[in-house]
């Protein structure tokens, strides 16, 4: 049984992060096994980073600390970006997930 949800999950930013880590894994399924621990490991991360970082920023108790943890976020989605440009030109993702996945960002 799931206990009650937390606070962060009324937020949109939240939900949206959410839902692109739950694609980040779906997509990289397939990838080459031997970049299970290369580009598989640290996008799976770089998309958890956006995700946890909203959730530990609006845990704060100040305007400035969410602000600095949402400046944070920002930079694991370019992370998540360059990775998944990459994962394209590498042949890793279609067209198709590419655009699923970056219009996420």
């Not at 990838?31 to 609006?58: C, D, K, M, T, Y």
């Not at 990459?86 to 996945?101: A, I, N, V």
Request: include cysteine; aromatic fraction near 8%.
């Amino acid at each position: 049984m799931r206990k009650q949800r937390q606070q962060h999950h009324s937020l949109v930013v939240w939900r949206e992060a959410h839902q692109l880590v739950l694609d980040v894994y779906l997509a990289t399924e397939s990838f080459p096994s031997h970049e299970r621990f290369g580009i598989v490991s640290q996008l799976r991360r770089a998309a958890i980073s956006v995700e946890l970082n909203i959730v530990e920023g609006h845990a704060k108790h100040s305007r400035a600390d969410y602000l600095r943890y949402l400046d944070i976020t920002d930079g694991s989605l370019r992370e998540c970006s360059a990775l998944i440009e990459l994962c394209l030109d590498l042949g890793y993702l279609t067209q198709d997930q590419y655009d699923k996945l970056e219009s996420q960002r």
